[in-house]
């Protein structure tokens, strides 16, 4: 009996340090605002709307939600006692701050908006089926403070189960006359010791047009997770365990409950396990470790992301977990994920077709199709970062203005079209990054420089190397996806890794 209580309380460590974890990171996203029929709401001025159910539960900084208030001013708040109370409309602190004078809050673009002159709407409504759901809410043309001419349009979304946040800055204007213009757009917690803005929009004086964030918690998941198709809308079906065993090191054994673990009675038939529930959890042990396994069946008939590719052709590995297909490795499985490659133009603009060919279209030849390649021309330069007017859109930029967008064109690529390093020349790892990334020259030449992006494109680091392996410190990056471009030679290699 000592020995089974003491390994609940690792697995009870484990598993509740995994599903609370609460650091969130944000990262630049394609600008897809919502359209629909939407419920309205009163838009008295400074003021908290009454409790609004949500359609689903929401974990926010590691507490269950299933209830929100809308303020006038611009943000969601789960502070439900407060509702049609007086929402505040002035603050100087930046976030986190535990003066801060809002709470436990999503900020869309929280800043005084006028809502007395009639002008403008506040709506709410939910998109999409469920587990994949979305609650959106939908600030349009609400004028600023002091500032009638000047507009704030945006929304923020909640996606069920994977409890992202997207916020979708519209048309956000400024004024800088009132409250000198501060806004801020992104998370804080309900100590206000903890919080994130998106890059840039921190409070301050800015505006900001068709632009997208996405706020996430890297690593939220502490258990493996094995998704598979239903054949029949049963929500029973067969799992094959030595994929998780695969994707886990191998050497693990699998057993259907706690109980079954400390009997030793393991599943005996791993290669054709039938889920009994949907979810189901089961474990794994191996290495001393034990790892919870979520078995989910979803129907795949519904397009969960919304990116045109069914959710059954996104088992991009053809091992039948569609969990562990993360091309871009942003966290988000491709099945869940409306940008596959990360490269900032939507999977459902790139999911298209040769004309002359029954495949998909693949530009540069390589075997990737563009849906699925963030260098979809062969230039050297990643797809996001061909976005050269910055308006964090790269199919709008035609540099040389003749009908093709830059990042199709190899000829186009800041001017020149460097000759690309392959995988064995430069090596970065680890991926995941902690605290270090190295980056391994085997060439006989020397580096001219190294530089590392984040996914929207702003350059974060930059430095020479003198060393066959440079070793360079990222503990002052946010957790996400970044990418490292490494010039050797009049040569380019771009790299994507991501930060814990």
Not at 25 to 45: C, H, W
Not at 150 to 168: A, C, P
Request: proline letters at 4%.
């Amino acid at each position: 009996m000592k020995q089974k209580y003491i390994l609940f309380l690792v697995f009870s460590f484990l598993f509740i340090k995994g599903t609370a974890q609460s650091n969130y990171a944000v990262s630049a996203i394609p600008y897809q605002p919502f359209t629909g029929t939407l419920t309205s709401l009163p838009t008295n001025d400074d003021l908290y709307s009454g409790v609004i159910n949500l359609p689903f539960n929401f974990d926010y900084y590691g507490v269950t939600y299933n209830q929100v208030l809308i303020s006038t001013n611009g943000y969601i708040d789960f502070r439900t006692n407060l509702a049609n109370t007086y929402s505040p409309f002035a603050f100087s602190q930046t976030i986190p701050d535990a003066n801060f004078p809002v709470k436990n809050a999503i900020l869309g673009a929280y800043t005084d908006l006028n809502n007395f002159n009639g002008e403008g709407s506040v709506t709410y409504g939910v998109y999409g089926t469920a587990p994949f759901r979305k609650f959106v809410v939908y600030f349009y043309n609400n004028s600023l403070f002091s500032c009638v001419a000047s507009k704030s349009t945006f929304q923020m979304i909640l996606n069920e189960t994977s409890n992202i946040i997207d916020v979708q800055l519209i048309d956000k204007q400024a004024c800088a006359t009132w409250n000198s213009g501060r806004t801020v757009t992104g998370l804080i917690n309900l100590a206000g010791d903890a919080g994130i803005a998106a890059p840039g929009r921190n409070t301050g004086s800015w505006t900001a047009l068709h632009e997208a964030w996405r706020f996430y918690r890297p690593g939220y998941y502490s258990n493996y997770s094995f998704v598979r198709c239903d054949d029949d809308t049963d929500g029973i079906q067969v799992f094959d365990l030595s994929v998780a065993d695969n994707d886990l090191g191998g050497n693990y054994t699998f057993y259907a409950s706690l109980d079954d673990m400390q009997l030793n009675n393991p599943i005996a038939n791993t290669s054709a396990y039938m889920n009994v529930s949907n979810p189901q959890t089961i474990y794994a042990s191996g290495l001393g470790m034990v790892k919870p396994i979520t078995l989910s069946v979803i129907d795949c008939a519904v397009d969960a992301d919304t990116d045109g590719v069914a959710s059954a052709d996104e088992d991009i590995n053809a091992d039948t977990n569609l969990a562990n297909d993360d091309t871009d490795l942003d966290g988000l499985p491709n099945y869940l994920d409306n940008d596959d490659d990360g490269d900032m133009i939507l999977t459902n603009l790139e999911y298209v077709f040769n004309k002359n060919v029954a495949t998909l279209l693949d530009t540069d030849n390589d075997g990737l199709p563009n849906y699925l390649d963030s260098d979809d021309d062969g230039d050297g330069v990643l797809t996001f970062l061909e976005d050269y007017n910055q308006d964090g859109n790269p199919s709008n930029d035609d540099t040389n203005t003749n009908g093709t967008p830059d990042y199709l064109e190899m000829a186009v690529a800041l001017g020149v079209a460097p000759v690309t390093l392959d995988d064995n020349t430069i090596k970065v790892f680890p991926n995941p990054a902690t605290s270090v990334l190295n980056i391994q020259n085997n060439s006989t030449e020397s580096i001219t420089s190294i530089e590392i992006y984040s996914v929207s494109g702003a350059k974060v680091k930059s430095l020479k190397a003198t060393e066959t392996l440079t070793s360079i410190s990222v503990t002052d990056l946010q957790s996400g996806v970044y990418f490292v471009k490494v010039e050797l030679n009049n040569q380019v290699g771009n790299y994507k890794f991501v930060k814990n």
